[in-house]
T-cell receptor, first 112, second 114 residues
Framework: TQLLEQSPQFLSIQEGENLTVYCNSS?????LQWYRQEPGEGPVLLVT?????EVKKLKRLTFQFGDARKDSSLHITAAQTGDTGLYLC????????????FGAGTRLFVKA | NAGVTQTPKFQVLKTGQSMTLQCAQD?????MYWYRQDPGMGLRLIYY???????DKGEVPNGYNVSRLNKREFSLRLESAAPSQTSVYFC?????????????FGSGTQLSVL
């Protein structure tokens, strides 16, 4: 069974603080995606990382794919209240067609 | 551009009732999916359709049926709803590009089975 474990499950921080969310698995993925989900809405893709060791930046968000393509991290610098939401990692495996599995998510609350 | 549209947004059923969740996408994607989202368990795949005319079971298919009506539409049916099917349901579509797959999600259906 392929599992993606995210940590922490919940995070409550003050505006301006930095944070890191982790996504770990024993499986090797073709790619890994990070999604953000707001209440009452579906997840929206933030970024896809494909190459082991790859680092991508999206404004204050930095995403890294592990060298072995089994894990990833999301780092947010100087969090803002608008960053509040559920962050989901998802790993894709190419088995002829794509199979995507999701982590349980990290619920982030940024206080003003 | 509407993307992925799901109906209804909310639904309450009694145990044993049936219903169909509707989903349509206007992005000309081949692949469509139904997921359920439960607290602490992330998104779990119920059924998917890699192309028009094909459907396959996902991780948690029991108690559900699907129909890929055409390229745009993919419906999910609960024949006899059970309380364990209380969840938030998401439809998604995708078009693989190279080594990855970008999923586009609808806004979800919150279903309660009493």
């Amino acid at each position: 069974t392929q599992l993606l474990e995210q940590s922490p499950q919940f995070l409550s921080i003050q505006e301006g603080e930095n944070l890191t969310v982790y996504c770990n698995s024993s499986s090797v993925f073709s790619s890994l995606q990070w999604y953000r989900q707001e209440p009452g809405e579906g997840p929206v893709l933030l970024v896809t990382v494909v190459t082991g060791g790859e680092v991508k930046k999206l404004k204050r968000l930095t995403f890294q794919f592990g060298d072995a393509r089994k894990d990833s991290s999301l780092h947010i610098t100087a969090a803002q209240t608008g960053d509040t939401g559920l962050y989901l990692c998802a790993g894709s495996i190419n088995t002829g067609g794509f199979k995507t599995i999701f982590g349980a998510g990290t619920r982030l609350f940024v206080k003003a | 551009n509407a993307g992925v549209t799901q109906t209804p947004k909310f639904q309450v059923l009694k145990t044993g009732q049936s219903m169909t969740l509707q989903c349509a996408q206007d992005m000309n994607h081949n692949s469509m999916y139904w997921y359920r989202q439960d607290p602490g368990m992330g998104l779990r795949l119920i059924y998917y359709s890699a192309s028009e005319g094909t459907t396959d079971k996902g991780e948690v298919p029991n108690g559900y049926n699907v129909s890929r009506l055409n390229k745009r539409e993919f419906s999910l049916r609960l024949e006899s709803a059970a309380p364990s099917q209380t969840s938030v349901y998401f439809c998604a579509s995708s078009e693989p590009t190279g080594l990855n797959e970008k999923l586009f999600f609808g806004s979800g259906t919150q279903l309660s089975v009493l």
